[in-house]
């Protein structure tokens, strides 16, 4: 019985409504409407402090090495393909020149015999 009369008067506070009387007399006219509050503070100030490291101090981990070498193995592959490529090019530009120029010939001749 105890622990409900305490959410009663709980219930009560909280409806602002003490004692079951709600506000149409003249006391709850005169009284202003209880307002709480919240107050705010700010956390503390907390300072920040930021370490410089250079770029020689760090030391890459064990699977950098490991990469490093895959990497500089595809790169070098990667480069031959890419020289082979330029030189398969260079031979189609000299074919295609050729051809260009029989064809001419092949002009030429068949003006000279018309």
């Not at 305490?6 to 006391?27: F, K, S, Y």
């Amino acid at each position: 019985m105890r622990e409900a009369e305490v959410a009663r008067r709980e219930a009560e506070i909280l409806a602002g409504a003490p004692g079951g009387v709600i506000g149409t007399g003249p006391i709850s006219s005169t009284c202003p409407p209880c307002v709480a509050q919240a107050t705010f503070e700010p956390p503390p100030v907390q300072t920040v402090i930021k370490e410089v490291v250079q770029d020689k101090e760090l030391t890459p981990p064990g699977w950098w090495k490991e990469s490093n070498v895959r990497f500089d193995d595809i790169l070098d592959r990667e480069l031959k393909i890419a020289e082979r490529e330029r030189e398969i090019s260079r031979r189609e530009e000299t074919v295609n020149r050729r051809e260009h120029d029989a064809s001419r010939r092949e002009a030429w001749i068949m003006e000279q015999l018309a």
